[in-house]
């Protein structure tokens, strides 16, 4: 089961977002400000998880994808292939600020009925998603 996540982050993170699209790895990247984040704590769990159903439709505006359901919230684990791979993208700093969130699509049409959400909390802006699947 760990090998399938691995490999569909992977490719999420090697593919287009869009079928025939050009757009870049690097596009579909927004690194924050590592200055302006706020370290994962619990209390910082509470307010993203309030948070979510405010941020999931933002970011996933597809309509088939209405009903959707929390599956993990958590700081990123140093040594994890996705600290690994959040590290390249953006940097350790950015990485030892970020939460993972693992959302399943149960209705979803797409063959990716689990998405991932990699988001900081910035002192200034809030929530940022920085990249998603």
């Not at 200055?35 to 597809?62: C, F, G, H, R």
């Not at 919230?73 to 600020?97: D, H, M, N, Q, W």
């Not at 149960?106 to 990249?131: A, C, E, F, K, M």
């Amino acid at each position: 089961m760990k090998n399938f996540f691995i490999m569909i982050l992977l490719l999420t993170l090697l593919l287009p977002a869009k079928s025939g699209s050009a757009q870049s790895l690097a596009s579909l990247v927004n690194c924050p400000d590592s200055e302006e984040l706020i370290i994962p704590s619990k209390n910082q769990k509470k307010m993203l998880l309030t948070a979510l159903p405010a941020i999931v439709p933002m970011v996933y505006q597809d309509t088939a994808q209405q009903r959707w359901q929390i599956v993990s919230v958590s700081p990123i684990k140093k040594g994890s292939f996705t600290y690994k791979t959040a590290s390249k993208l953006c940097g350790k700093a950015v990485t030892e600020y970020s939460w993972i969130v693992k959302i399943n699509f149960p209705s979803s049409s797409s063959h990716l009925t689990q998405r991932q959400l990699l988001i900081v909390r910035s002192n200034n802006s809030g929530w940022l998603v920085w990249h998603h699947n």
